[in-house]
């Protein structure tokens, strides 16, 4: 059985009702892709040496929680830290730039997942999927309450 994650095209994501137009779609997708896959396969790494499904879920968790502190920062923690000095990039370019450190040999560093599971875990794969929800349903609230400008 192939799994298949089907994700709108997020390079055409530009204002912040796209984005909160996308992230159901989004979330539901990876829920349901990381839900829907047995669980042995879900835990189980590669022969290459790669992540597990299980360790590419707690990556996707573990790197994006800091984006939801900075969304809960005060906005005035903008005027202490001042604003990004170069344009913002495109999905494309993140994309990019984050492909050529990779293969360049980089890694997680910070953002490498631990606590992984030596065994099948089904219920383990569960709360997995659900923290990922939970965390991006968090994003949305947030989101929506910020303007277009911040």
């Known amino acids: 059985m192939k799994l298949k994650l089907h994700l709108p095209d997020v ?8 984005m ?19 669980a042995e396969k879900f ?4 022969a290459d040496g790669g992540w597990s499904p299980e360790k590419n ?11 939801y502190l ?28 984050y492909l050529a450190k990779l293969n360049a040999g980089g890694g997680a560093g910070v953002f490498t997942p631990i606590g992984e599971h030596s065994k099948v875990e089904p219920e383990a ?3 997995l999927v659900q923290d990922f929800t939970k965390l991006f349903g968090k994003y949305k609230q947030k989101i929506s309450s910020w303007n277009e400008e911040d």
């Open 20 to 38: 909160i137009g996308s992230m159901d779609k989004i979330t539901e997708s990876i829920a349901a892709f990381y839900g829907d896959m047995p």
């Open 125 to 127: 794969q569960k709360k």
């Open 11 to 18: 390079e055409t994501i530009f204002t912040k009702e796209d």
């Open 70 to 97: 900075g969304l809960m920062s005060p906005k005035f923690t903008l005027f202490v830290f001042g604003a990004g000095k170069e344009k913002s990039r495109t999905i494309s370019e993140i994309k990019a730039a």
């Open 43 to 46: 835990f189980q790494s590669p």
């Open 57 to 67: 879920l707690r990556h996707l968790i573990k790197a994006t929680q800091p984006i």
